[in-house]
């Protein structure tokens, strides 16, 4: 075999892989467009918040920081995708690890805005029910 002939191999094999990659994740979005929306929200949230925050909006608010709004909003975004995958046939998926996540940025948000001393055993009873019901609910 020429080595022209083993590169031109090596090229289609190349185009080959690029057009597969590039189908996955043209595929991948049009199977699951609703995680596309959630994370397009988030960044929105946070730009708006952000943008609030610039303008001098939030200083009002003398309790409340610009982070843990972003972080309370995304974790409610971050929620009501669980209950539309939970809703929506079309949708469903697992949503154990999702739910933990919004757990998660909720009680962050919250954490700034409540305290620690609440929030964190709040969580991390909260976690510990989702696994609960998750073993419950799987086993069906």
């Avoid at 999702?98 to 757990?103: D, E, G, M, V």
């Amino acid at each position: 075999m020429s080595d022209r002939q083993y590169t031109e191999k090596e090229e289609e094999k190349r185009e080959e892989k690029e057009e597969k990659e590039e189908k996955s994740w043209d595929e991948k979005w049009r199977r699951d467009p609703l995680n596309a929306v959630v994370w397009a929200a988030i960044l929105i949230w946070a730009g708006l918040v952000l943008l609030g925050s610039n303008l001098g909006l939030l200083a009002r608010f003398e309790a409340v920081e610009a982070w843990a709004l972003i972080f309370l909003g995304a974790g409610l975004i971050v929620l009501l995708e669980v209950v539309v995958r939970l809703l929506v046939p079309d949708y469903r998926r697992p949503v154990g690890g999702t739910l933990i996540f919004a757990i998660i940025l909720v009680a962050i948000g919250l954490g700034d805005l409540v305290g620690w001393e609440l929030v964190g055993p709040l969580v991390l009873i909260m976690i510990g029910v989702s696994i609960v019901v998750r073993g419950f609910l799987w086993r069906r």
